[in-house]
């Protein structure tokens, strides 16, 4: 088997075990499917497929690097709304929240 192949298989494996992994995470930890969580899928599965069609030569680097560079722009954009909406709402204060 090459390296190539061993690649190729560890990526395609990442896609199926992503998915229920992240539910048993959720389940265990008691936590909703949040942003974050739906980030995380998003990276699990499209990554090892671009990973994929890149080594297959059926996509060029120049579309891996967009694809790569999309995907991780909206991420960042997304904390950059979580920050601002933080920093409108002010500090909470106990006092605020009695009165």
């Not at 990526?11 to 998915?19: E, F, G, H, R």
């Not at 904390?79 to 909406?85: A, P």
Request: include cysteine.
């Amino acid at each position: 088997m090459t390296a190539r192949e061993c690649i190729e298989l560890v990526a395609a494996w990442t896609v199926p075990l992503a998915i229920p992994g992240l539910i048993v995470e959720r389940v265990q930890m008691r936590k909703r499917l949040g942003v974050r969580a739906i980030q995380f899928l998003a990276v699990a599965t499209f990554a090892p497929v671009v990973v994929i069609l890149a080594l297959e030569k059926i996509i060029d680097g120049g579309t891996v690097s967009a694809l790569v560079g999309y995907l991780f722009s909206n991420i960042a954009e997304f904390d950059r709304r979580e920050s601002r909406k933080a920093h409108h709402k002010g500090p909470q204060t106990p006092d605020a929240a009695e009165g």
